[in-house]
């Protein structure tokens, strides 16, 4: 089992930036990668950013070159700074890692104003 904590979300105005935390316990090493989603009501969740264990990652098109996903393997933890925030990055954003199967975190809302 894998445990997902999150944190940083908020309100912040256009422009703006954020960092998002997820630090992992339990049964780390059994992990191939780990990533961010988000949500907005009435829509599928969808992939932000991924880090696999290799140090490889990939981002959505709508984040490429605003968005970091990064790791401390000392704190097993992963972060993702968010820079120059758009209103439409508003949405619920989910710490997901996977090994065999896939953990969730609690989920963490951002909300960006115009």
């Known amino acids: 089992q894998v445990q997902l904590v999150e944190s940083g979300g908020g309100l912040v105005q256009a422009g703006g930036s954020l960092r998002l935390s997820c630090a992992a316990s339990?049964?780390?090493?059994?992990?191939?990668?780990m990533g961010w989603y988000r949500q907005t009501p009435g829509k599928q969740r969808e992939l932000v950013a991924r880090?696999?264990?290799?140090?490889?990652?990939n981002y959505a098109d709508s984040v490429k070159g605003r968005f970091t996903i990064s790791r401390d393997n000392a704190k097993n933890t992963v972060y993702l700074q968010m820079n120059s925030l758009k209103p439409e990055d508003t949405a619920v954003y989910y710490c997901?890692?996977?090994?065999?199967?896939?953990?969730w975190g609690q989920g963490t809302q951002v909300t960006v104003s115009s």
């Open positions: 997901n890692a996977y090994s065999f199967r896939e953990y």
């Open positions: 339990g049964s780390i090493l059994s992990l191939r990668g």
């Open positions: 880090i696999i264990s290799s140090g490889s990652t």
